[in-house]
């Protein structure tokens, strides 16, 4: 069974930074690309970062200098690093999965998804 799992929501404040990780199990790590994405409330899903089993990353412009996406393969995990964080950041962030080796910010490409992580950011 394929599983996605998140962790590492959390209220912070405006400029403070926290790492989520995306752990995940039941397929083949590296044949898997990974996504991070978001929904805020009232707003569109939409995609953060991805990286695919060769190592390449994608990044939503808004994010690029700020964010950062990793992934560990003996652990299965992909992390997402954020930095300088925003009210504007604020939404609930979901990892999601689809079998490629080239990444995808199109949400419908994913096949399985997480179950999300609360992200709050104070002003």
């Known amino acids: 069974e394929v599983q996605l799992v998140e962790s590492g929501g959390h209220l912070v404040q405006a400029g403070g930074s926290l790492r989520l990780s995306c752990a995940t199990s039941?397929?083949?790590?590296?044949?898997?690309?990974i996504g991070w994405f978001r929904q805020a409330p009232g707003k569109e899903r939409e995609a953060i970062s991805c990286?695919?089993?060769?190592?390449?990353?994608y990044y939503l412009q808004s994010t690029k200098g700020r964010f950062t996406i990793s992934s560990d393969s003996a652990q299965n995990t992909v992390y997402l690093q954020m930095n300088s964080l925003k009210p504007e950041d604020t939404a609930v962030y979901y990892c999601?999965?689809?079998?490629?080796?080239?990444?995808?910010?199109?949400?419908?490409?994913?096949?399985?998804w997480g179950q999300g992580t609360q992200v709050t950011v104070s002003s």
């Open positions: 999601a999965g689809f079998q490629n080796h080239y990444c995808s910010g199109y949400g419908p490409r994913y096949d399985y």
């Open positions: 039941g397929f083949i790590f590296d044949d898997y690309a």
């Open positions: 990286i695919s089993g060769d190592g390449i990353t």
